[in-house]
């Protein structure tokens, strides 16, 4: 239980640290959160961890039964590291937009590659989806699934390997927002606006040094390039090969409608897609890779030790 304690520790401090960087660059520009925007979100957290340290008071108390508990720890726990890595990152993708203000934005490249790799045309993909609302329903089901697929896959992932499988998840998570944001301040875009066209107004007013104010009852993605719904799409297929088979032959399909809903559902350029695959695939390789390192050297020191 050490290892899994001290990983869970350090994925906290990361998520504390992420907050702590959104913070002060929401005040080195001058933007101002709306704290009581924030509240909800602190007091449902505080709410979770008095269930975890519930759960861990009872396995002290009853020794015997303590093993029963490491599901729900690790579901609950997990689940709260989650969304509040959401909730850290969210005001730094609005950074991430300022900082690329002074970069003049991609959309006619990014369009031109469309149809010159891919002979992709957004408009006319649009227009053809228009008059299909089957099709269209069912395409806006699969690209708002997002939350949903990730509730169940770490309720998987604690059912089949409690304190492991989840924490691949959230470092996978961590990793991929991370590379995201890096790259939407050098790669800035409108997109193309969609169902989600929302975002647009907000995309303009940050842009124009208009942006003054962070509130999270409004807050809302506005990474164009490249595409994290691609990039989570990928990654719960590949968790979900992770807990099982069925998992798999589930969330396979799911995600390939999600995928065929990116562009004309979520307005993202064909292009954002191919970027978000390269993220997850770098997400995974790189998470993996520490992970098979930081076991190596804990086995050297198990033997050290001995």
């Known amino acids: 239980m050490q290892p899994r304690s001290c990983d869970y520790a350090v994925r906290w401090a990361v998520v504390a640290g992420v907050g702590v960087v959104a913070q002060v660059g929401l005040h ?45 720890v690790d579901l609950t726990l997990s689940a709260i590291q989650l969304f509040v890595l959401v909730q850290a990152f969210l005001p ?28 992709y045309d957004w408009d006319a993909v649009a227009q053809w989806l228009a008059g299909r609302t089957t099709i ?33 998840f959230v470092w ?25 066209a929302a975002y647009l107004g907000v995309l303009n007013d940050i842009r124009s040094g208009r942006w003054t104010v962070f509130d999270y009852s409004r807050a809302q993605g506005i990474v164009t390039f490249p595409s994290f719904h691609t990039t989570l799409a990928l990654v719960f297929v ?31 350029y064909l292009i954002d897609v191919a970027g978000g695959g390269v993220v997850a695939a770098a997400s995974v390789v790189v998470v993996r890779l520490a992970r098979r390192r930081m076991r190596a050297a804990a086995a050297l020191l198990g033997v050290a030790a001995g």
């Open 172 to 196: 996978i998570a961590i990793t991929a927002m991370a590379l995201t944001t890096a790259v939407f301040v050098f790669t800035p875009a409108m997109g193309k606006g969609g169902h989600v």
């Open 238 to 268: 590949y968790l979900a090969g992770r807990v099982h088979r069925w998992a798999l032959a589930v969330f396979a399909p799911l995600n390939a409608v999600m995928l065929l809903s990116i562009p004309p559902i979520g307005g993202h």
């Open 92 to 119: 730094i993708s609005y950074l991430a937009a300022a900082l690329g203000a002074g970069f003049p934005p991609l959309d006619d490249t990014l369009s031109r590659l469309d149809r010159t790799l891919f002979g």
């Open 28 to 72: 080195a520009f001058g933007v101002s959160l709306v704290a009581e925007s924030a509240w909800p979100t602190a007091l449902a957290v505080g709410r979770c961890l008095l269930v975890v340290a519930g759960f861990i008071a009872f396995g002290w108390a009853v020794p015997r039964l303590a093993h029963t508990t490491a599901i729900p």
């Open 136 to 168: 269209e329903w069912v395409l806006s089901t699969a690209y708002f699934s997002m939350p949903v697929q990730a509730a169940v896959l770490v309720g998987l992932g604690s059912i089949v390997r409690p304190g492991r499988q989840n924490s691949e």
